[in-house]
């Protein structure tokens, strides 16, 4: 935080990994809410796995097997399933908001205390209503992606592990051609997520020249009322407001891309396991059960996916913000 | 609120997008179930059927294409089904995609529209506020509003609207098939809506309360900032940082309290939400069970049924999201439109005319004003300035100096009484044009972040560069200007922090002089600078005061004694009124005043 000056210095390059390290700092700074919160993650994920596969079983086991005893038996035990998910999550996410909000105020007042040392040749530079926007605005954004980032990145990546083994467990070989579609998948959202870091920047940029104009304009009320300057300062306001749209109508572009791109990815990964599971059903060699359930941990397969690199986007628009 | 996107015609655009993509989207459980019905019946040896359900429409489309396919490519037709049927899939995705693009980017762009309106119409507020609106508001609140609270409203444009269409479009399209599909499992399945629904307004309700808080708290956050860096220096001059710290501590203390009641409610009916819906799944799924297991029905069916289920889970759950979001929203809006409604109590009045070269003779007549319409804070003040005199207005603290300076260029309006320039009420007058007439140098002018020439040429646009150096020169600024790096052209840090008071002062003089106006007001109450800066500005001021009808408020003992008459202003009304010999030998106040000041300035000695 040293170093930050004008606007210019929204282009700053810093490496990612030094500024995370340093946000994770703060989390360890309440050591034990976040270590609880690492394993509720680990029960909640493991519990949250369970339904698709019971589901097969339901279907193999009970209804083709007419036994409607059996079915009623895995009803309750859906029922205990989906209360201790519940109970989790709500663990979970009273436990990630906690601190996130925590966090929120740790930084602020860092930030704050970073502030009051400052010699005031800083204050020379820079324009009180972009030091305003980054320590409130922007402080909230970081939090965000703290309490629903990293967080949900812990729960995603062993929810993935979690999928894959079970995949591999029910089928080797169907996975196998279902993973296939991985490294597409991880190389649109590779190039996808450099050209978001760029717009998101411009974004960032834009909306702190329309803070500072309106807090300049605020302050100087008197002067340009006294000058009659009503209609320039409208026209110049209008400009710099003008300017966010544009770059906020570009960002949008970027972003509007994303979920149809990761629907039509779930789409094939599905198209894969209907057309090569299908024909094995059709053959005999493979059950209904097992091929719906393959189904759904495909689907959900995906869903962590798309949270990890909505985490890498937070983290770019975080990292433009630190 | 609606009435800023409402106009839009892209509005319909992305209505007639969501119809067609939530359309496609019910098409994919159905396929899904048929597959499963199809390969299921083959594997138990059975025939190549087709399940008759809602969508014949795809089934025209994709029985023939099968057919066709079947033969080009020497398969079964049983494989030949599988695959166009499973590939239809990512041909659907495909075009819902391309749609959904479509109707996200221009429900961004309609979004950023609405914002864009509404900050301008949020400035254009500001712009026309007098000064009683911002004696009111905290810049922090203000700028917390015009960024944070405008976002929020961004967001609920983009986002919120565009998913409450979706989602109860989706809620009818899937309930339609559902029924069509099985009507008694459908009646199952929908139990839990109700409870849902329950769950979901409960939680609205107990969280819109606290949205408005927690907007207002962080506005509070904002505003403290705001303050301690704008007087950063007085915070260091005192020392008070550490009662600094400590009060933007309990404001960001009190907002995490607040946002910690709000997290307990949200972690506890989010998952709530969930395992409702959960039930329903398990309803599905026992109750379908037993159907198929007594033949009612197959398990395709039953697969559609629970993939339409949990398409549905999404959007219902997004429904919490929304209402939370709507609420929030509709604190946020209350908070701008205060702003874009707030009256404005200075105003032009119907018909008023343009107020045309001035001698420049001010008149107050039985002049009352009050900021809050109880206290009087100036009380019948009577005043007759002619063209070209100079009137010195003294007082204590609080006696309504400054108060009659600001009525004079309708900063504030007169509450009893009148004021009148060359004999005309300046409330008949358009203020624009009343303010031509008017230069006005306040002890602490605000200087832009910009360069020193548009600073100075601010009252006059295209000012020539002759002309700004002349005013640059007379008001004694010109040698500094000059040596700076890059002259005229060097921009000032923001809010002058580069520039000395007494800098400061003469950049505002010389604005004052460009403008040359026939009314000067002064508020040069409180300097304290070096005797040398004293000695230029008091130079600078010498030369602005000549043939202009001037108010000064001051306390240097050079500018009272050449003006030509003095009013000594005691708890808002006028106390004495004469010249400094008049006023001496009545030795009344301003006599007592007189000896303070030169006993100040001289050590007693006179």
């Known amino acids: 935080m040293e170093h930050w000056a004008g606007d210019d210095d929204y282009d700053r390059e810093t490496p990612d990994v030094l500024l995370m390290r340093r946000m994770l700092g703060y989390v360890t700074r309440h050591r034990r809410k976040s270590l609880t919160l690492f394993a509720v993650l680990l029960v909640s994920t493991v519990v949250s796995l369970l339904p698709p596969y019971m589901i097969s079983l339901a279907i193999d086991e009970y209804i083709t097997k007419l036994d409607t005893e059996g079915l009623l038996l895995i009803g309750g035990a859906f029922v205990v399933v989906y209360i201790l998910i519940f109970v989790t999550q709500y663990a979970n996410r009273y436990l990630i908001e906690w601190l996130g909000s925590r966090l929120e105020y740790d930084l602020r007042m860092d930030m704050f205390r970073h502030l009051q040392q400052l010699g005031l040749g800083f204050y020379a530079k820079q324009e009180v209503g972009n030091v305003v926007s980054r320590a409130t605005n922007d402080v909230e954004k970081i939090t965000e992606l703290v309490s629903t980032g990293i967080a949900s990145v812990i729960a995603d990546l062993f929810t993935l592990l979690g999928i894959i083994l079970i995949m591999l467990y029910m089928n080797w070989w169907l996975s196998l051609i279902t993973f296939s579609i991985i490294p597409v998948m991880f190389l649109f959202l590779f190039l996808w997520g450099k050209r978001v870091r760029k717009v998101y920047r411009e974004t960032r940029k834009t909306i702190a020249s329309v803070s500072a104009k309106m807090e300049e304009s605020v302050s100087g009320m008197k002067e340009i009322q006294s000058f009659s300057r009503e209609s320039q300062t409208r026209e110049e306001f209008q400009q710099v407001n003008r300017n966010n749209m544009d770059a906020n109508v570009q960002a949008g572009q970027v972003m509007s891309a994303f979920w149809p791109a990761v629907n039509v990815f779930t789409a094939v990964g599905n198209f894969l396991v209907l057309w090569f599971g299908g024909a094995a059903v059709m053959r005999g060699e493979l059950s209904v059960g097992i091929l719906f359930g393959f189904m759904n941990y495909v689907n959900r397969f995906f869903t962590p996916v798309q949270d990890l690199s909505m985490f890498w986007n937070q983290v770019q628009s975080a990292l433009a913000a630190a | ?606």
């Open chain 2, 1 to 606: 609120m609606m009435g800023y996107i409402l106009p839009y015609w892209e509005l319909k655009a992305i209505m007639a997008l969501i119809v067609v993509t939530t359309v496609l989207s019910v098409l994919t459980p159905a396929i899904v179930g048929d597959i499963v019905d199809m390969v299921e019946s083959i594997a138990s040896g059975g025939e190549v059927g087709v399940g008759g359900g809602v969508e014949d429409l795809a089934y025209i489309v994709l029985l023939p294409v099968s057919r066709w396919l079947a033969g080009a490519a020497a398969m079964g037709l049983d494989y030949g089904m599988l695959l166009v049927f499973s590939f239809s899939l990512i041909v659907i995705a495909a075009l819902d995609g391309v749609l959904t693009y479509a109707e996200r980017y221009i429900s961004t762009v309609v979004s950023q529209k609405a914002s864009f309106d509404m900050r301008n119409a949020m400035y254009n507020s500001l712009l026309d506020q007098s000064f009683s609106f911002y004696d009111q508001q905290r810049t922090g609140q203000l700028m917390a509003r015009a960024t944070g609270d405008v976002n929020m409203l961004e967001r609920f444009f983009d986002m919120g609207f565009r998913q409450a269409v979706n989602t109860v479009l989706l809620l009818a399209m899937v309930f339609y098939s559902m029924v069509i599909l099985n009507w008694e499992l459908t009646l199952v399945s929908m139990i839990v809506v109700p409870f849902l629904f329950a769950a979901t307004l409960a939680y609205s309700r107990m969280v819109s309360p606290m949205w408005r808080e927690v907007r207002e708290q962080f506005g509070v956050i904002t505003s403290v900032l705001q303050e301690n860096l704008t007087g950063v220096r007085v915070v260091r001059g005192f020392s008070r940082e550490d009662y600094e710290e400590h009060k933007f501590s309990v404001e960001c203390l009190k907002y995490f309290d607040i946002n910690i009641v709000m997290v307990k409610i949200r972690s506890f009916f989010m998952p709530l939400a969930t395992l409702i819906s959960s039930v329903g799944l398990v309803a599905v799924l026992w109750y379908g069970g037993n159907q198929v297991i007594s033949g009612a029905m197959s398990i395709g069916s039953v697969v559609a049924f629970y993939l339409y289920l949990t398409r549905l889970m999404g959007p219902v759950r997004m429904l919490g999201f929304i209402t939370s979001m709507f609420v929030r929203s509709n604190a946020a809006a209350e908070r701008v439109f205060e702003i874009v409604d707030a009256e404005v109590d200075v105003h032009d009045k119907e018909g008023a005319s343009e107020l045309k070269a001035v001698e420049g003779r001010v008149t107050f007549e039985d002049a009352w004003f009050s900021y809050d319409g109880k206290n009087m804070v100036l009380k019948d003040i009577n005043l007759d300035v002619q063209p070209g005199q100079t009137v010195a207005i003294l007082g204590a603290t609080g006696s309504g100096k400054s108060s009659i300076i600001n009525l004079i260029p309708r900063f504030y309006d007169v509450t009893r009484g009148s004021i009148k320039v060359d004999g005309v009420d300046i409330r008949d007058v358009t203020i624009k044009s009343l303010r031509k007439h008017i230069g006005i140098v306040r002890q602490d002018p605000f200087i832009f972040s910009t360069t020193l020439r548009e600073n100075i040429s601010y009252g006059v646009e295209d000012a020539a560069l002759d002309k700004i150096k002349e005013a640059a020169a007379q008001a004694k600024i010109d040698e500094f200007i000059e040596g700076l790096p890059d002259g005229y052209n060097t921009k000032v840090g923001e809010r002058g922090v580069t520039l000395s008071g007494g800098q400061k002062q003469r950049v505002a003089i010389a604005r004052a002089l460009l403008k040359n106006p026939r009314i000067l007001i002064l508020d040069d109450s409180t300097s304290s600078v070096d005797t040398q800066t004293e000695y230029e500005i008091q130079q600078a001021l010498d030369e602005l005061l000549e043939n202009r009808t001037t108010f000064i408020i001051t306390q240097r003992l050079s500018s009272i004694k050449k003006a030509d008459y003095i009013i000594v202003l005691e708890d808002g009304a006028i106390a004495e009124k004469g010249t400094h010999d008049e006023l001496m030998g009545r030795g009344g106040i301003y006599h007592k005043l007189y000896q303070t000041q030169v006993e100040a300035v001289t050590g007693g000695d006179l």
